[in-house]
């Protein structure tokens, strides 16, 4: 499917730095090392609802990464999914009496307008999960042919022993694992599997579903991290740089994509870093479709509010921590950027090479985008304070800004 179109990324003077960035699998930072071509993937939404402020804080950060990899001056290859047929769609679909395909389309126009407004730069490839079934369907078979997988009942399942680095992504234990692959889409309750955790890659048709030609896995549908491992394996191969997506995708969801493709293809590992967003609430409970908690970016848009505001609200957090959206969070952001808009409008300014260096290095330090705030913070503050008459800086800040921060001044 299309993705939506790219803001243009100002090229800055100098070069960026490498990117130093958390890896789940090893619980620290480690210093990515991407090729001339930098290759992402970030697992995208649902489409059964808008895209609610939680979404739009992960995909932030990978816009972040992103921007951080273009300022080195490589070349990014970025894919995204789109999981336009999955449960939750089509509980959804049938409990409003909605055409499960109309509301998937329909969310996911949704999501490209708000990805255009927040000026999150589009992947390369944006890939439907319906679209990707003629490539999961061999997967699929070529796992059950080499012994990775088994039939329960004209499902198949993955057996998460036939991957030696299984649990490495987490790091959590069986227990752990057990509770939530529950909560997460698993049916570690399901009598007959060969393990409680072992999640399903082909699920048989159902009595009014949608269902799509198997093959020698008949009539059914994928199950959720086939899709992933499909998609990233065609598009990006083996030994990427970034898997990334919300924290709550570490365990079952990354964790079972690493193991689907290293069991597929004997190599290790999926990817080379597995890089997690904190959670973003609403009154004390993660932001979810199916609690329904939700701030729509949207409706945000639709109530008057600048994009630029709401971009420089996520970038007011640090990817990795868990914060919840209030509307103080929102009017800082507002405040900000009307501060900023000031600063850079002025016919001159502060020199600004050092404050380049400055977002440059708190970006390329696990992506601390309010220490890069801190620091455009404290170069408006200087404006006329101190003086300073660079001709050059406010247009230096401007493009700094739009640049690496995605906000456009
Ligand atoms: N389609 C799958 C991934 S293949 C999925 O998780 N879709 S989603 O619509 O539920 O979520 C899309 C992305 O937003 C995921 O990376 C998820 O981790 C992230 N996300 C969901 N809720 C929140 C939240 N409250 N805060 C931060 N990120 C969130
Ligand atoms: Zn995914």
């Given at each position: ?11 800055l003077p100098g070069?960026g730095r ?46 972040l ?6 300022d ?236 630029a505001a709401?971009r420089l609200a996520l970038l007011a957090h640090h ?10 969070v929102?009017?800082e952001a507002v405040e900000r950027l009307g501060r900023w808009r000031a600063a850079v409008s002025r016919p001159d300014g502060p020199s600004a090479e050092a404050l380049v260096e400055e977002i440059r290095e708190a970006l390329a330090n696990d992506l601390d985008a309010p220490a890069a705030l801190a620091a455009v913070d404290r170069w408006a503050a200087r404006q006329g304070a101190d003086g300073g008459a660079d001709e050059g800086a406010p247009g230096v800040v401007s493009r700094a800004v739009d640049a690496l921060l995605g906000v456009?001044l």
């Open positions: 499917m299309h993705a939506w179109p790219a803001s243009e990324v100002p090229a070069k490498d990117l130093r960035i958390h890896d789940t699998a090893t619980g620290g930072l480690v210093t990515l090392d991407p090729g001339p071509v930098a290759r992402i993937y970030v697992c995208g939404i649902t489409p059964y609802d808008a895209t609610h402020m939680g979404h739009a804080a992960t995909y932030n950060a990978f816009d990464v992103q921007r951080v990899w273009l080195t001056k490589r070349q990014v290859h970025y894919v995204q999914n789109v999981t336009d047929v999955d449960d939750p769609l089509l509980e959804r679909a049938n409990r409003d009496g909605k055409d499960w395909v109309e509301l998937a389309e329909g969310e996911t126009a949704l999501f490209r307008e708000d990805m255009t407004a927040l000026r999150l730069l589009p992947p390369k490839h944006y890939i439907g999960a319906v679209e990707a079934i003629p490539g999961i369907v061999p997967l699929v078979e070529r796992l059950r042919d080499m012994g990775a997988a088994y039939e329960l009942e004209g499902d198949i399942y993955f057996s998460v022993e036939s991957d030696a680095h299984f649990g490495e992504v987490s790091g959590l234990d069986s227990a752990a694992m057990k509770l939530l692959s529950a909560e997460r889409g698993g049916d570690p309750e399901r009598v007959g599997k060969k393990n409680p955790l072992d999640p399903m890659l082909w699920m048989a048709a159902r009595d009014g579903e949608p269902s799509w030609d198997g093959g020698s896995l008949g009539r059914g549908r994928p199950g959720w991290h086939i899709e992933c491992v499909a998609i990233a394996l065609d598009h990006l191969g083996m030994g990427f740089d970034v898997q990334g997506g919300g924290s709550d995708l570490a365990f079952p969801h990354h964790e079972m994509g690493a193991s689907h493709a290293q069991a597929l293809t004997g190599e290790y590992p999926f990817a080379k870093a597995y890089v997690h967003a904190g959670m973003v609430g609403l009154d004390g409970a993660k932001m979810s479709k199916s609690k329904g908690n939700l701030v729509f970016v949207s409706q945000l848009r639709r109530d008057g509010v600048d994009p709401i990817y990795r921590a868990d914060w919840e959206w209030t509307d103080a929102l009017a456009a």
